[in-house]
């Protein structure tokens, strides 16, 4: 049985989807104004985990993650740099999925652009128009009335009368409390935009994504998640307007990942201490920095280190170790590994738990290696299978193992070679500066069974 944390009910629930064995599932993606940092990534990389799984289980997961292709952020780096728009926006989006590739992300179902959905973002304040929850403030922009939805603040749990203003909340004298959001921004000089029936402009961020969702998706949906972040207003704003035009609940679940922190602090652009994800891809695998965003469990924060990524890089050498010199056979069903993987990933896609399981298989393989080949060879199906769930050890164990920096697999070889004359002429000296020169270079040799093996440190 699958229980999922639901943001909105604050508790763990069974997950029982809206049509049995069918899942539709959002997640919110990002804004493509600049380089993707493992905060983004840390998010991004939760969900495509919650996908993998849900389709392991045997759902038939429709899977949608947008793009939000106009925003502020975006304008005013495009003035900046004097670029073309689209051309612009496209570059990142690009680079996104570059970088979501070399982490081992699937690609959604539907990747909608918000440029994309304009005639659903305008039919959608007008069904708000027209059941009076949206009005024309004194700028011309157009508003949310907040105080007309009766329900705002369920899912974040706020008082109304104590978030009148706030870090996230933007007053203004043009609308007509300050709660109410923007559905509508009336266009501006050097700025995109479109015909509506309140004038050229463009769309709200909250309104794109309600849009969205319920464009690819439906009105009602098992899933919508994003960071931590967006619970409030992003969220709470998306529950609002969505359910203000339907007169439908919007979303059963709702999943939000923890902070990627650094010293203690939520990793973001604002504050200045952030990674990119190519920042970490200049030294460690997408493999191992997959394997440390899913380290922790996904709700909870996670503290960003060079030695966490270290640790990360340790931890899947020790299962590639495993798998090396074995081939996989037959997978055995029913175990008792799979039973407390799946035990682990259904509490909540627990995912520190189900690695400790991953890491028992590896175990049970090393031991069985020399004694039972062939039961060993279907342990080593397993952990492929169940570390593919979680989108790890696919690679073959040399591919990781031997990827190396400044010095060829060929000329390594070689030195293992000229090593083992050494050896075989008993000149100790040699082969020991030999063994000392390849590790400088990061190569540990391993020697068993007659032959030795190498990997990198």
Request: with cysteine; glycine share 6%; charged share 25%.
């Amino acid at each position: 049985m699958l229980q999922i944390y639901n943001s909105l009910t604050k508790q763990k629930e069974e997950f029982k989807p809206i049509t049995p064995g069918k899942v539709t599932l959002y997640a919110c993606g990002v804004t493509t104004y600049d380089f993707c940092h493992m905060g983004n990534a840390r998010t991004l990389i939760a969900f495509d985990m919650v996908v993998r799984y849900l389709r392991y289980r045997g759902f038939d997961v429709k899977y949608v993650r947008n793009i939000t292709d106009v925003d502020d952020k975006i304008i005013k780096r495009v003035n900046e740099n004097r670029e073309e728009y689209y051309a612009f926006v496209q570059r990142y989006i690009d680079i996104m999925h570059e970088d979501l590739k070399e982490l081992g992300a699937i690609m959604p179902d539907e990747e909608p652009r918000a440029t994309q959905f304009m005639p659903q973002i305008i039919y959608l304040i007008q069904r708000l128009f027209e059941k009076g929850y949206a009005y024309v403030g004194g700028n011309g922009d157009v508003f949310y009335d907040v105080r007309h939805f009766k329900n705002y603040g369920k899912l974040s749990c706020c008082d109304l009368d104590k978030m009148r203003s706030g870090a996230r909340v933007e007053t203004s004298e043009n609308k007509k409390d300050p709660l109410d959001f923007v559905l509508w921004k009336l266009a501006k000089p050097n700025e995109p935009s479109w015909e509506s029936p309140w004038g050229k402009g463009r769309p709200g961020w909250h309104i794109e994504c309600s849009a969205m969702s319920m464009g690819t998706l439906g009105e009602t949906i098992d899933i919508h998640g994003g960071g931590a972040d967006l619970l409030f207003p992003h969220h709470e704003n998306e529950i609002a307007q969505s359910e203000s035009a339907s007169s439908k609940p919007f979303v059963k679940t709702w999943m939000h990942a923890g902070y990627l922190q650094t010293n203690k602090t939520k990793m973001s652009k604002s504050s200045d201490n952030f990674f990119t994800i190519r920042d970490v891809l200049a030294y460690f695998s997408g493999e191992v920095a997959r394997y440390f965003l899913l380290s922790g469990h996904y709700r909870s924060p996670l503290n960003y280190s060079e030695d966490a990524l270290k640790q990360a890089d340790q931890s899947l050498e020790s299962l590639y170790i495993a798998l090396r010199d074995i081939t996989p056979t037959f997978m055995p069903s029913n175990t008792v590994f799979e039973k407390y993987f799946m035990e682990a990933m259904n509490d909540d896609f627990n995912t520190p738990q189900a690695f400790s399981v991953l890491f028992d298989i590896a175990h049970e393989i090393n031991r069985l290696r020399d004694a039972d080949m062939k039961t060993a060879q279907a342990h080593a199906a397993l952990l492929k299978r169940l570390g593919g769930v979680l989108g790890l050890l696919q690679q073959e164990p040399s591919a990781f193992l031997q990827k190396t920096e400044g010095v060829s697999a060929g000329d390594i070889d070689k030195l293992i070679q000229e090593r083992n004359q050494a050896r075989a002429q008993k000149d100790w000296a040699t082969a020991d500066k030999i063994r000392d020169q390849l590790s400088t270079q990061g190569i540990v040799l391993e020697d068993k069974d007659g032959h030795t093996v190498w990997r990198k440190k």
